[in-house]
């Protein structure tokens, strides 16, 4: 009973210090900090899975290690980038007394220099996946501030074209210039089904099975 007690006034402190608005900039640093662990690891074990047991190799061991680090990797980095930004925007508004839109982008920029600057296998997806939304959304945003004229026709096919034409290209003469995970991929597409003995490997697997 006394436990129980204690648990519900515990319960009740915390709740009522969640209410405090004066603390609310601080819990909302923490919150992010949540919510970029959680997000992260959403995002990551799954990706994780479905490549670890398509193209790598290795014990059940070695598998499940490469996708818990690489979910803790992903999950740890989002975390601590978020609680930096959000950090960071909050000390500039403290300073400035007002929210600018550059705090944002200093809050950001030193946040991934300090999170997503080492070159690994994690944070070089990151960092290209976020570069291919920027281009997109910086060409909208060209086109709706009036730099650049609003296109006759839908830019899109074009480029469809462009993107498959030159990652093709790169990945037949410099496949060394793309990301592992991507020539993996290719790997498996465009030169694997090059290969056969017989129905069992030209239908049923990629490879014949190791005797």
């Known amino acids: 009973m006394a436990v129980s007690n204690l648990f519900q006034t515990l319960l009740y402190t915390v709740n009522n210090l969640l209410q405090q608005h004066k603390y609310k900039t601080a819990l909302a640093v923490v919150k992010g900090f949540r919510n970029g662990a959680v997000y992260g690891a959403k995002i990551r074990a799954p990706h994780a899975l479905v490549m670890t047991f398509l193209f790598r190799s290795g014990s059940l061991r070695e598998k499940l290690k490469a996708i818990a680090q690489a979910t803790y990797t992903h999950s740890r980095n989002l975390a601590c980038f978020v609680f930096t930004y959000k950090g960071l925007q909050a000390i500039q508004k403290h300073i400035?007394?007002?929210?600018?839109?550059?705090?944002?982008?200093?809050?950001?920029?030193?946040?991934?220099?300090?999170?997503?600057?080492?070159?690994?296998?994690?944070?070089?997806?990151?960092?290209?996946?976020?570069l291919s939304r920027i281009l997109f959304a910086l060409s909208r945003l060209a086109v709706e501030k009036g730099f650049i004229p609003q296109p006759k026709r839908d830019p899109f096919p074009l480029f469809a074209t462009l993107v498959w034409g030159i990652v093709l290209w790169l990945f037949e003469y410099y496949p060394h210039t793309l990301q592992p995970s991507l020539q993996s991929s290719m790997n498996y597409l465009y030169h694997d089904s090059n290969t056969w003995h017989d129905i069992t490997d030209f239908l049923i697997y990629n490879k014949p099975k190791a005797n």
């Not at 809050?107 to 999170?115: S, Y």
């Open 96 to 130: 400035q007394g007002k929210q600018l839109q550059s705090h944002s982008f200093l809050a950001a920029c030193l946040g991934g220099w300090l999170v997503f600057g080492e070159n690994n296998n994690i944070n070089s997806q990151i960092n290209m996946y976020l």
